[in-house]
């Protein structure tokens, strides 16, 4: 899948998925700690993709000199691609949090969880304390075929349904 899911304009998100993911974050959020969901699916047709879990991996947070962090090991990453390939998922999307402003930082930039081109990194501001009504503030990023985090563009839909 060389250009992986580039094409791909319409992202379709079950409500559920998004109450899954907000309710994790907002629960390590209060410790002060920010978390991070991914979330699977399939494409449907050439330009739309939907998706079907999220999966919280087993994961670390710390407060470094440097601030929050975030990590996966390698055993929980392939424990969920095995699962997803299993399940015949592609992963599509990491969703993580941040205590103020969502932006991706070099860490994000540096050390994704999805590789797949024309995946979304989405970045919930607050610890998701404010999450679903302040969307408008979540930032939004897909990979592009250089491996850059590029903001979504305004072709790129989310629909929540």
């Known amino acids: 899948m060389k250009q ?3 094409g791909i304009r319409t992202f379709v998100v079950p409500a559920s998925i998004v109450l899954d993911t907000l ?3 907002r629960k390590v959020g209060i410790d002060g700690c920010e978390g991070f ?3 699977a699916g399939k494409p449907i047709g050439s330009d739309r993709f939907q998706f079907l879990s999220c999966v919280i991996p087993e994961q670390r947070a710390m407060v470094t000199p440097s601030g929050l962090l975030v990590t996966v090991d390698g055993k929980a990453l392939f424990d969920v ?3 997803l390939y299993e399940r015949g998922e592609l992963l599509a999307a990491q969703v ?3 205590p103020t402003n ?3 930082s070099e860490t994000d930039d540096a050390f994704p ?5 024309g995946g979304l990194s989405i970045v919930i501001p607050n610890f998701a304390h404010e999450a679903p009504a302040d969307m408008e503030s979540w930032a939004w990023y897909r990979l592009s075929k250089n491996a850059k985090w590029e903001a979504a563009a305004d072709t790129t839909e ?3 349904e």
């Open 102 to 104: 969502a932006y991706h």
């Open 4 to 6: 992986g899911i580039l």
């Open 81 to 83: 691609n095995r699962a």
């Open 37 to 39: 969901a991914l979330w």
């Open 158 to 160: 989310i629909e929540v």
């Open 23 to 25: 309710t994790f974050l």
């Open 96 to 98: 993580h949090s941040h």
């Open 113 to 117: 969880l999805v590789t797949i081109v």
